[in-house]
């Protein structure tokens, strides 16, 4: 299997998604190339970066983060840098072959692929909000809190990352998205009140698709079968199921099929504990006109 196939099919690395972890984004080469065919034609049209950026209206300091590839570029970015340079088209085809994942941790990139191909994906959610329902505020609240501190490039990246991702909720109708939330993690209002509003309506849109399930876990109950923490679970086209678990500065993929079982098992269970979906549905609701 690969990457996913390490002693005893687990395999363990500090690099994660950026939800809470320990990965720093990585510039790709994709990117880097991108930027070299941005500066080549910049120099070739004679332009400095402070001439250059009015032109395409961002920053010097996003025109030096694009040319050196550690800035995935907006789409107005390459139409207006396209015109701007005359480019002959060049900077629109070399755009097309961006990487989808930019600000995402090499590692991470591993898992990523895969829940961009799964039939089945299931997450139970303890700590935060997962990146796949987070809003643009909720999620640069987590950014700007992260400790080691990020720049403002790596949070622009990583919001470009996770907004990529979000797409496969839409993009891909026939994969069934399951999501165990605590209830707590909209009582902690992160980002404030009016955040917290936001993102329950947001929650709310993305549970009215067909593909889409949303449960929550009340603060009050006597059985729990998640206390050992969050996870994920991906089943790919080959009916063959994956985990992923992520902790304060580390990220594990799972491939061993007794393990994945055990984590399968446990998220069943926790189906019957949490609250129906009309229930969760109601409870948040509740709590969106409290907030």
Same mark, same amino acid.
């Given at each position: 299997?690969?990457?996913?196939?390490?002693? =005893?099919?687990?395999?363990?690395?500090?690099?994660?998604?950026?939800?809470?972890? %320990?990965?720093?984004?990585?510039?790709?080469?994709?990117?880097?190339?991108?930027?070299?065919?941005?500066?080549?034609?910049?120099?070739?049209?004679?332009?400095?970066?402070?001439?250059?950026?009015?032109?395409?209206?961002?920053?010097?300091?996003?025109?030096?983060?694009?040319?050196?590839?550690?800035? +995935?570029?907006?789409?107005?970015?390459?139409?207006?840098?396209?015109?701007?340079?005359?480019?002959?088209?060049?900077?629109?085809?070399?755009?097309?072959?961006?990487?989808? /994942?930019?600000?995402?941790?090499?590692?991470?990139?591993?898992?990523?692929?895969?829940?961009?191909?799964? @039939?089945?994906?299931?997450?139970?959610?303890?700590?935060?909000?997962?990146?796949? $329902? /987070?809003?643009? %505020?909720?999620?640069?609240?987590?950014?700007?809190?992260?400790?080691?501190?990020?720049?403002?490039?790596?949070?622009?990246?990583?919001? @470009?990352?996770?907004?990529?991702?979000?797409?496969? $909720?839409?993009?891909? !109708?026939?994969?069934?998205?399951?999501?165990?939330?605590?209830?707590? $993690? +909209?009582?902690?209002?992160?980002?404030?009140?009016?955040?917290?509003?936001?993102?329950?309506?947001?929650?709310?849109?993305?549970?009215?698709?067909?593909?889409?399930?949303?449960?929550?876990? !009340?603060?009050?109950?006597?059985?729990?079968?998640?206390?050992?923490?969050?996870?994920?679970?991906?089943?790919?086209?080959?009916?063959?199921?994956?985990?992923?678990?992520?902790?304060?500065?580390?990220?594990?993929?799972?491939?061993?099929?007794?393990?994945?079982? @055990?984590?399968?098992?446990?998220?069943?269970?926790?189906?019957?504990?949490?609250?129906?979906?009309? =229930?969760? $549905?109601?409870?948040?609701?509740?709590?969106?006109?409290?907030?």
């Amino acid at each position: 299997m690969g990457p996913l196939s390490g002693r =005893d099919g687990w395999e363990v690395s500090l690099m994660t998604d950026g939800t809470g972890g %320990a990965g720093e984004p990585e510039a790709s080469d994709s990117l880097k190339a991108f930027g070299e065919v941005v500066k080549a034609f910049r120099k070739r049209a004679g332009l400095t970066q402070e001439e250059f950026a009015p032109r395409v209206r961002y920053s010097v300091p996003t025109v030096a983060s694009i040319e050196q590839g550690r800035r +995935f570029p907006p789409v107005d970015f390459v139409e207006r840098a396209e015109d701007a340079l005359d480019a002959f088209g060049a900077l629109r085809g070399a755009a097309r072959h961006l990487s989808r /994942q930019p600000g995402l941790a090499s590692w991470f990139r591993q898992w990523a692929r895969f829940e961009a191909e799964a @039939v089945s994906l299931y997450t139970y959610e303890c700590r935060l909000i997962p990146g796949l $329902l /987070q809003t643009e %505020a909720y999620a640069r609240t987590l950014f700007t809190n992260q400790l080691p501190p990020l720049s403002d490039d790596q949070i622009e990246a990583q919001w @470009v990352a996770r907004a990529e991702r979000q797409r496969l $909720l839409k993009e891909r !109708p026939n994969t069934a998205f399951s999501f165990i939330l605590e209830e707590h $993690l +909209f009582l902690r209002r992160t980002g404030g009140a009016q955040t917290t509003r936001a993102l329950i309506d947001h929650v709310l849109a993305l549970a009215e698709l067909r593909n889409v399930e949303v449960q929550l876990m !009340p603060v009050a109950r006597n059985a729990h079968a998640g206390m050992a923490g969050p996870m994920q679970l991906l089943e790919t086209p080959e009916a063959r199921w994956f985990a992923y678990n992520e902790g304060q500065r580390g990220g594990m993929f799972v491939s061993e099929r007794k393990e994945v079982s @055990v984590l399968q098992m446990r998220y069943a269970r926790m189906r019957s504990q949490a609250l129906s979906l009309d =229930d969760s $549905l109601g409870l948040l609701q509740r709590m969106r006109g409290a907030s």
